[in-house]
């Protein structure tokens, strides 16, 4: 089941997409929040405490195997193809059988969900994909958990 919700404003657009299933190669369970990125209501939601706690409801809500909290330009920026799973954003929700995570720099949050999953919070402040230090922080933390095997594509590619 795949489901998508977008506010209706076109100059301040935000989508949640949740999906889940039965595994299979065309199916992975995930919920990707995109949050506007200007306006009175970017200024209310884009705070990493009101993220952190939207990806945290999500997750125990659905039980995905990953969610993000980003904006399109971060993720064209860090991920050719966009693939579920393979990327951070500001908020990052990992599921604990992808592995466990890493130790991470400063000034990177991890914190458990229940326990059985993680959030990662990138910085308290604002990220923006225009900031050299966050898309930096952003690529590190992206190559650690990489290298810890928790960046897989959610979908095995059609044999």
Known sequence: ?????????????????????????????????????RGPTSERILRASTLTQTLRAM????????????????????????????????VTYLARQRGAVPSLPAPVHVEPVEDKETLIVLTPERFTSTRPEHVALAAQVRERLDQAGLLKPLHAAPS
């Open 59 to 90: 997750a125990l809500a659905w039980e995905p195997s990953w969610g993000v909290v980003t904006s399109d330009e971060h993720r064209d920026r860090v991920s050719e193809f966009a693939d579920v799973g393979t990327f951070v954003g500001w």
């Open 1 to 37: 089941m795949s489901f998508a919700a977008w506010n209706g404003e076109s100059e301040a657009t935000s989508v949640v997409h949740f999906s889940c299933g039965a595994p299979s190669p065309d199916t992975a369970d995930l919920c990707l929040l995109t949050p506007p990125s």
